[in-house]
């Protein structure tokens, strides 16, 4: 058992802080204009790979950190931006874990290193009409024709959709599930419209309609024997989801301790006051809890037991929600300050709501949970 | 970062469950139900090396790290051990044995650790008074010097094992225009004259550790029962927060996953609407509750067990935290197993009833959640 980190993972946090703080200041890193928000991610990308970052959980090597460093990092940047957080690592942390985890070697030198090396820009499309891939079956299909594969079907809620220039999609062929590459500009792939959301501004997400595209036998990764892949990218976005929370907590809170300190009522700070010093202790409390246990769910093994998953799933429920929490109670204690658009609180409460009902919804997440524990 | 056990950890914690299970738990109900302390299981728990896990073995203990023996009390949550019992043992073994372990001469040591490690004599600590309990400073006991001897004169109140003690470790003013500085510590010996012990307080939970009232009127007790120097009672007395963060935590770790079993089990027996009940998603969204708070709440006590291995000053910040989210989200998982089982789980008979009223304590023994958030906004 060991609650520290390492010097080495210190070191890269360090480097990954001041990287998004000086992004930070020269640039607005929540970018509505989608133009403009491709072009910050591509420059978020290249500044990061110059460190460990992008591959953290995905490339193996000594000298890269391992899990709970990478649930650590995730923080630092999803922190400073969710918006930017999540399009990077629906680049980096799914489409290049899939390409690692189920390419070969041919696949992997021409998808996965120039997503490490933040050069190109991958994303994963998986939802179709809901955001459950449980209960619904996936309509988007390949059928081989001779050489050639043709892909239809449509693709809703594709983050990096159309900026993209990989993009993974689930869907079947032959009766087993698969996952098709395709590439920016492929003749029948249309882009739908940008998606207007609660939060995560500069996100940039929209549906994807496939209309035939021809893709070759190489740009397919599968077919899978059962179901499981879909449990498996569930999982890796789940963990995604825990960092994002970790960065909420952590600016929302931040953000809200600074103020109680600095802003004087009644002639004293107002941390002075017990409603507000209880109610930075209880967010404290809720972020600390998340981060050993997103840090723990991230870290346990994954093996043929259903309990690794389990834990994801109670890891989801518990920082998605704490997530909320902790954003709301800032907002109280920023009382005006915090309702002003721009302010990391404000930004976050936004923001959380898209946490819970993203990868294994706090719903499906506890019905898994009981399930495991019923045995079911 | 590292979140596993050894394998001996994780094959003692085992064994423990096992001996709980088998030993103690069959008595749990009936003692609970008269509100009696059990000798017999309490005995048990020190032949099995549990009461002086941490001790070395000179001393009669075990000689187990912090990780082992918060393991320890997590397993005896795990078997069913009821918290009357779990707190009686955290009261004898951390908050006045280990306070002689720690701060006591080679004489106070060899005289009280091994027959406290082997439970042949049960100690407590008197520390909170009838008007002084979040507040120690405002403590009013007082100890006299006169000669070889103090002079003890004041009441405590509230204290775990207080009726049944051989021993107490109290704290007391010798200096008392110095507040928190002039606390000293004391090692008071059952029977001395001057020394008592007020009824067993009915109480809502933990009804198997017996709680009172001790009282001292001119009890006279050897110089030599001081423990260290006089006015070091205060940090004494919050060096014991280090166990009570971490060891006396764990049993409401490991009731979680008591809780989880039990309400599993009654979720797949009970047919309501032509099916178990475990089969609607409103219990299995209670099921995952109680698993989540178990799986949230366990870091945190490890946390502080993990660093007081590494033997570094306790992180009051962190330790207030694991407090504060025990204490007070420990409640709701029992709240929810009185619910699944329905009717039946506010009959004595289930004993989620018990383990309900036993939560309660949670959040106010050992430093309130108020406390904890005062602590933690100050740190902060």
């Known amino acids: 058992m060991n609650f520290d980190f390492t010097q080495q993972e210190l070191m890269l946090f360090k480097e990954i802080n001041d990287i998004m703080f000086g992004l930070a200041r020269e640039r607005t890193l929540e970018e509505k204009d989608p133009i403009s928000a491709e072009s910050l991610l591509r420059e978020a990308l290249d500044r990061l790979a110059k460190t460990s970052y992008l591959k953290l959980g995905i490339a193996q090597s000594k000298d890269i950190p391992g899990l709970c460093a990478m649930m650590g990092a995730m923080e630092i940047v999803s922190s400073c931006s969710p918006s930017l957080y999540l399009s990077i690592e629906m680049s980096t942390r799914l489409f290049g874990r899939i390409i690692s985890t189920y390419g070969n070697e041919k696949q992997k030198a021409k998808w996965l290193s120039p997503v490490l090396y933040g050069k190109k820009l991958g994303a994963v499309a998986l939802l179709e009409k809901t955001m459950n891939i449980d209960n619904d079956p996936m309509a988007t299909i390949g059928i081989r024709e001779n050489a050639l594969i043709k892909i239809s079907g449509v693709k809703n809620y594709v983050i990096n959709g159309p900026v993209a220039d990989f993009i993974a999609v689930a869907g079947t062929m032959e009766n087993k599930p698969a996952l098709f590459i395709v590439e920016k500009g492929i003749k029948g792939l249309i882009q739908g419209k940008r998606l207007e959301t609660i939060g995560l501004d500069g996100v940039v997400i929209s549906g994807l309609t496939l209309e035939n595209c021809q893709i070759n036998e190489d740009q397919i990764i599968g077919q899978f024997e059962d179901k499981s892949i879909l449990t498996t990218l569930r999982i890796w976005e789940n963990q995604i989801i825990l960092g994002s929370c970790l960065g909420m907590m952590k600016s929302s809170f931040e953000s809200a301790r600074t103020y109680a300190k600095t802003h004087k009522t009644g002639g004293k700070p107002i941390i002075a006051y017990q409603e507000v010093g209880f109610k930075l202790a209880e967010m404290l409390t809720l972020f600390q809890t998340s981060q050993l246990f997103a840090y723990r769910a991230v870290c346990a093994p994954e093996g043929k037991n259903r309990d690794f998953e389990v834990l994801t799933y109670c890891a989801k429920v518990f920082c998605t929600e704490a997530a909320e929490k902790v954003s709301g109670w800032a907002l109280q204690i920023l009382s005006g300050e915090g309702y002003i658009s721009g302010n990391p609180a404000e930004r976050s409460y936004r923001c959380a709501k898209y946490n819970q009902i993203a990868g294994t919804s706090t719903e499906i997440s506890r019905v898994k949970i009981g399930d495991a524990a019923i045995g079911a | ?380």
Request: aromatic share 10%.
């Open chain 2, 1 to 380: 970062m590292d979140f596993d056990f050894t394998k001996e950890q994780l094959m003692f914690k085992q064994e423990v469950v096992r001996f709980a299970k088998k030993e103690i738990v069959p008595r749990v109900q009936e003692h609970d139900l008269k509100g009696e302390f059990d000798f017999e299981s309490f005995r048990k728990l020190g032949e099995f090396g549990i009461l002086g896990l941490h001790f070395p073995e000179e001393l009669g203990g075990g000689g187990a790290d912090v990780i082992t023996t918060v393991l320890a009390g997590e397993a005896l949550g795990e078997a069913g051990v009821d918290g009357g019992l779990t707190l009686a043992y955290g009261a004898h073994t951390f908050l006045c044995a280990d306070t002689i372990f720690r701060h006591g001469t080679e004489a106070q040591k060899q005289k009280y650790i091994p027959k406290l490690a082997s439970g042949e004599w049960i100690g407590c600590m008197g520390l909170t008074e009838p008007n002084a309990g979040s507040d120690v400073a405002s403590m009013t006991t007082s100890a006299e010097k006169k000669g070889d001897k103090y002079v003890l004169n004041g009441n405590k109140m509230f204290i775990t094992n207080g009726p049944i003690a051989d021993v107490a470790v109290v704290y007391a003013k010798t200096q008392p225009e110095l507040q928190h500085a002039g606390i000293s510590s004391f090692i008071v010996n059952k029977g001395t004259k001057g020394f008592s012990a007020g009824p067993p307080l009915i109480k809502m939970g933990v009804r198997t550790s017996h709680t009172s009232e001790l009282i001292f009127q001119d009890c006279e007790i050897p110089a030599e029962n001081l423990l260290g120097k006089e006015g070091d009672g205060f940090l004494m007395a919050m060096q014991t927060v280090e166990w009570d963060r971490s060891a006396l935590l764990a049993p409401f770790v490991g009731s979680a996953t008591y809780l989880l079993k039990k309400c599993t089990q009654y979720a797949k027996g009970r047919v309501q609407f032509g099916r178990p009940i475990a089969q609607f998603q409103a219990i299995k969204h209670k099921l995952a509750d109680i698993r989540i708070f178990g799986e949230a709440a366990r870091s945190l006590v490890y946390r502080i067990a993990w660093c007081k291995d590494q033997g570094r000053p306790l992180n009051h910040l962190e330790a207030a935290i694991a407090k504060l989210y025990v204490g007070d989200w420990s409640m709701a998982p029992t709240f929810d197993a009185v619910l699944i089982h329905g009717g039946y789980g506010y009959c004595h008979e289930y004993d989620v009833e018990r383990i309900f009223r036993d939560s309660r304590l949670a959040p106010i023994g050992g430093g309130t959640s108020d406390i904890q958030k005062m602590i933690i906004s100050k740190l902060i």
